[in-house]
């Protein structure tokens, strides 16, 4: 059966399936005894010894032996120490001791777990959330027949069922299917430390879940700021890595003094300096990525709101929304809050007036934390570019200046003055012009709560959406950057372009 046609007709039975059984498990401490189900790389595994099970922390626990050998790697056992080794054919070993909330990697960093590893059935068990990042695996948690099943698969049966995808491959980062918050924290620390004495990378707080943080990343001493943040909508992650790409780029360029298109890269930036913001709703990517299992506590709540109006069973591939189901663009202070939700109302504009995974506005402006973390960055007073990206035409929206569409909750019109939309139409000219996306007017979009349009309302600084691919659907993985090769080629130059026209305004 096709896994499509699986979620659909397994829909109805996984909605059947009882809280109460995980719970009451929880309750006596005990494994949920209806067995969970486990397939690697497409093959099956049935045996009762080997079952994953669900520890009183709420985390699935799988043997460590069973899942690794499983995915290529060797195991040794230490009796007398107690602990697992787990060795790749590379030099990256990690150790696993019992009965601890951590392990090791062999350059000496120490992860922590949010539970125990434990002996059971006579195995080492670990969390699977942790085995899974340290393999590169992909994980599915689904239903099948009413049973639990975890899917597990790695890059290279993802991408032997994907033969187009290999070419791909070769990109610079770290990722052939997916960057997840590892790779941006692997990264993150790659660049502190070749280049911890010109960037300034620190957290701007932790997403909803409290799992994760946002990073900023400052490069340059320039007083003026402009900033470039991806991935508010979960799905269109793709344009983390690319952000990263350019922060290594011109960071090696400051840190050597060197010049870019016979300019000096390091005065540029001590006139405007650039922050990143990459990801700044990392829940709703790692939902994106690994479906409700990534928030186990909350799993069924993101069930319930994926399955909002336009179900979706356990695909979450789709999801933009933050963890509350609320779409961090459509969160801001545009003034057109009750329009938007008439036109909802009357079919007028998309969307939704509840939480599902996009297009609801959230019940305040501002109300979740991210929203928060970002306006903020952007009221610091020297803040002189919004760039917001999103993955879906290869378009640069920039103009509000068409006054009958800026229409306010109380019947006023925002005025955008001039020099301002001058200047966004240079900038977004000059992005244009190396990259070829089209220079999109956008003030015939009305009635909206982006944040390019409270840029653009509320801070009167430039504010400019870039929409990197073609189409949002191709955002499941790497394989996607076929479709804007021209964004990810020109990384550099169009920075360059961004900045040395901000810089002349
Ligand atoms: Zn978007």
Request: hydrophobic share 35%; aromatic share 12%.
């Amino acid at each position: 059966m096709k896994r499509r046609d699986f979620l659909v007709s397994t829909f109805a039975s996984a909605l059947a399936i009882s809280a109460l059984d995980f719970k009451q498990a929880h309750a006596y401490n005990i494994p949920y005894n209806g067995l969970i189900d486990i397939q690697m790389n497409g093959k099956s595994q049935y045996l009762d010894d080997y079952t994953p099970f669900i520890d009183e922390n709420n985390r699935t626990m799988v043997p460590l032996r069973f899942v690794s050998e499983k995915f290529g790697r060797t195991v040794d056992w230490h009796e007398e120490s107690r602990y697992a080794i787990i060795r790749d054919d590379d030099s990256k070993a990690l150790y696993f001791p019992v009965h601890s909330n951590f392990y090791i990697r062999n350059d000496g960093e120490t992860i922590e777990m949010d539970t125990e590893s434990v002996i059971h059935n006579n195995r080492l068990y670990i969390p699977l959330r942790y085995l899974a990042e340290e393999l590169s695996l992909r994980v599915d948690f689904t239903f099948n027949n009413n049973k639990p099943l975890i899917v597990l698969e790695d890059k290279l049966y993802i991408n032997s069922r994907n033969p187009d995808l290999k070419s791909y491959s070769v990109y610079p980062f770290n990722a052939t299917i997916l960057y997840t918050y590892n790779d941006l924290v692997a990264d993150l620390n790659w660049l502190k430390r070749y280049y911890g004495d010109v960037l300034d990378i620190h957290s701007m707080g932790k997403s909803t879940s409290g799992e994760y943080d946002i990073w900023g990343i400052r490069l340059g001493n320039g007083e003026k700021v402009a900033t470039a943040h991806g991935a508010m909508h979960g799905n269109e992650w793709l344009n983390i890595p690319i952000l990263i790409e350019q922060i290594k780029e011109y960071a090696s360029l400051y840190k050597s003094n060197g010049y870019y298109q016979g300019k000096n890269v390091r005065q540029l930036l001590d006139d405007v300096s650039i922050h990143f913001i990459p990801s700044v709703n990392p829940d709703g990517t790692a939902l994106c990525q690994f479906g409700a299992y990534a928030f186990p506590q909350r799993a069924e709540e993101l069930y319930r709101l994926n399955n909002n109006h336009v179900p979706a069973g356990y695909d979450f591939t789709r999801w933009k929304a933050n963890i509350n189901g609320v779409d961090l663009n459509r969160n801001m202070d545009t003034g057109m809050r009750e329009l938007l939700r008439d036109d909802i109302s009357n079919r007028r504009r998309p969307g939704f007036l509840e939480p599902t995974y996009a297009f609801f506005m959230g019940d305040d402006v501002e109300s979740e934390v991210e929203s928060k973390i970002l306006c903020n960055h952007y009221r610091q007073k020297n803040s002189v570019l919004l760039l917001d990206y999103h993955s879906s035409g290869r378009i640069l929206y920039w103009n509000f200046s068409n006054t009958n569409y800026n229409r306010q909750d109380d019947g006023s019109f925002v005025q955008v003055p001039d020099l301002l939309t001058t200047q966004a139409r240079k900038i977004a000219s000059a992005m244009s012009s190396v990259t070829g996306y089209i220079n999109h007017d956008a003030s015939a979009v009305h009635n909206n709560t982006t944040i390019n349009r409270w840029g653009t309302y509320r801070l009167q600084i430039p504010s400019i959406t870039v929409e990197t691919t073609n189409v949002v659907d191709v955002q499941r993985t790497v394989g996607a950057m076929k479709f804007m090769n021209a964004y990810f080629n020109e990384r550099s130059r169009v920075l360059y372009a961004t900045l040395t026209a901000v810089a002349a305004i």
